[in-house]
């Protein structure tokens, strides 16, 4: 059975300074991880938040937010929407997402992504990874080069009678995420709009002690957003320096890992843990 979107929807914060200092190679491996577990854990959009004014700053945000992008494309689409860069030298390396909106070529599915790549008159042909292009009639103003979603048709036998544009609401399945980048913690908690937000600290209370209470108020939101600090830099000492107090931003700040057995976690092993245990009480 195809994973189904969740309720709530889920939305993640994460630092755009993450592996700042490290190569490009260990950089796209971790960036590749989080991918994963985004994936596995049905999130709908990551805030990259943090973007700050230093050019070397700045660069690492683009480069995460390249290789989180490529890695959510359909890989027969990928070659069409993104062009050479040497950030994308790694990304072969690393593991597909396989989630419903990245179909095998010839795995029959009843929607697919496209790329439209040409426009006569109220027709566009539209790459959605088969052996030929589709042709759909539209009404609206659409470029080339843009990606959709497509309805697929078939007939008793499999063979394709019609297709047309899907709107993403009407696909009731995990249809990956969406990357956005946001200046600082607040903008980030902003753009998600979420009803239920939550932060994630060694320093919160223990998730252990307030399951009941948490697992009801994530089955009463709409739109939960979970946010993250790194390895070097926690939530509260980020929210310190934007001259606010964490508690009042969040409805809990939660420790997901008691007694660690580690000096330190990763933020791409928090993510992990975390989601791991809101996908369970969800």
């Not at 999130?43 to 390249?66: D, F, M, P, T, W």
């Not at 939960?224 to 964490?246: A, R």
């Amino acid at each position: 059975m195809l994973p189904k979107r969740p309720s709530p929807i889920r939305i993640v914060a994460i630092p755009s300074n993450l592996f700042i200092d490290a190569s490009l190679l260990e950089k796209s491996v971790r960036i590749g991880f989080v991918a994963r577990t985004l994936a596995i854990f049905r999130v709908e959009k990551v805030i990259l938040y943090g973007v700050e004014k230093s050019k070397r700053e700045k660069e690492n945000a683009r480069i995460l937010k390249k290789i989180l992008e490529y890695l959510e494309c359909p890989q027969y689409l990928r070659k069409r929407i993104f062009k050479k860069d040497p950030v994308l030298r790694y990304v072969g390396l690393l593991p597909p997402l396989r989630t419903p909106h990245h179909p095998l070529k010839n795995e029959k599915t009843r929607y697919r992504e496209g790329v439209i790549t040409a426009r006569h008159g109220d027709r566009i042909l539209v790459d959605i990874g088969l052996e030929e292009e589709v042709e759909i009639v539209v009404k609206k103003a659409l470029k080339i080069g843009e990606r959709i979603p497509v309805k697929i048709f078939y007939d008793s036998e499999g063979n394709i009678l019609k297709t047309k544009i899907a709107e993403k609401s009407e696909i009731n399945l995990y249809w990956g995420y969406e990357v956005v980048l946001a200046n600082d913690l607040l903008a980030a908690i902003e753009k998600a709009s979420a009803d239920f937000i939550v932060a994630t600290s060694r320093w919160g209370t223990l998730i252990n002690s307030i399951v009941t209470e948490f697992s009801k108020r994530i089955k009463k939101s709409e739109k939960m957003l979970v946010l993250f600090g790194s390895q070097k830099e926690g939530l509260f000492e980020i929210s310190k320096k934007i001259g606010v107090k964490l508690e009042d931003l969040v409805d809990f700040v939660v420790n997901f890992i008691p007694e660690q057995g580690t000096a330190t976690v990763r933020t791409e092993e928090a993510v992990m843990a975390s989601l791991s245990i809101i996908n369970f009480l969800n």
